[in-house]
């Protein structure tokens, strides 16, 4: 198993560019997240999802879309990037279990907006 | 509103014992995570407490007081390897699967 892949590992965009990042995951989990990690701040929830057609807004969803059209890809869209969303960016996976239910998590993508 | 808190940053001698402190203020609790993160590397989970008292596993535990909303990771004999973040996470009562997590705290080992 692959586990949770995030592309691109890094990527430099210009004020006002839009661009996609790239989630996936094999471990077949219904629920999928999208983290933004600051330096010095802990990770703030973005988007996440409880299954495939389902997503919903989490703390920080502004300047932000997703999709889940299956099981396994995430993709969350930057429309018109500003320099505010300069940040490493963590998608994860867990699955649905009731209680314990651990999040595994991609390598990151490092995007810096100038 | 909730919160999370743990120390910024601390600093351990190879071979001893650390303890990082985390207090929470959340809405309900469902459970509290520990994570590790080494620098430029995705998180990776080191512990889950639900109910009180501690968790062991391996070099390193896991202590929660419901009642006092804290938690401690007890990291022993200390390996350079452990130079990392150390995540606290809570889950509120009111989720399955949202977590609500803490700065993290710096641990820097030093021969």
């Known amino acids: 198993n692959a586990g949770v892949t995030q592309t691109p590992k890094f990527r430099i965009l210009k004020i006002g560019q839009s661009m996609t990042l790239q989630c996936a995951q094999d471990?077949?989990?219904?629920?999928m997240y999208w983290y933004r990690q600051d330096p010095g701040m802990g990770l703030k929830l973005i988007y996440y999802?409880?299954?495939?057609?389902?997503?919903d807004k989490g703390e920080v969803p502004n300047g932000y879309n997703v999709s889940r059209s299956t099981t396994e890809d995430f993709p969350l869209r930057l429309e018109l990037a500003a320099p505010s969303q300069t940040s490493v960016y963590f998608c994860?996976?867990?699955?649905?279990?009731?209680?314990?239910?651990?999040?595994?998590f991609g390598p990151g993508t490092r995007l810096t907006v100038l | 509103g909730q919160n999370i808190d743990q120390p910024t940053e601390m600093t351990a001698t190879e071979g001893a014992i650390v303890q990082i402190n985390c207090t929470y203020q959340?809405?309900?609790?469902?459970?509290l995570f520990w994570y590790q993160q080494h620098a430029g590397e995705a998180p990776t989970f080191l512990s889950y407490?639900?109910l009180d008292g501690l968790e062991e596993k391996g070099r390193f535990s896991s202590f929660l007081s419901r009642s006092k909303g804290y938690s401690y990771l007890l990291l022993k004999e200390l390996q350079m390897k452990d130079s990392a973040s150390y995540l606290c996470?809570?889950?509120?009562?009111?989720?399955?699967?949202?977590?609500?997590w803490g700065a993290g705290t710096k641990l820097i080992i030093k021969p």
């Open positions: 994860a996976s867990s699955p649905d279990s009731l209680g314990f239910n651990e999040q595994f």
């Open positions: 471990m077949n989990h219904n629920y």
């Open positions: 999802s409880v299954g495939a057609g389902i997503t």
């Open positions: 959340t809405s309900g609790f469902n459970g």
């Open positions: 407490n639900v």
């Open positions: 996470a809570v889950r509120p009562m009111d989720s399955n699967y949202q977590l609500i």
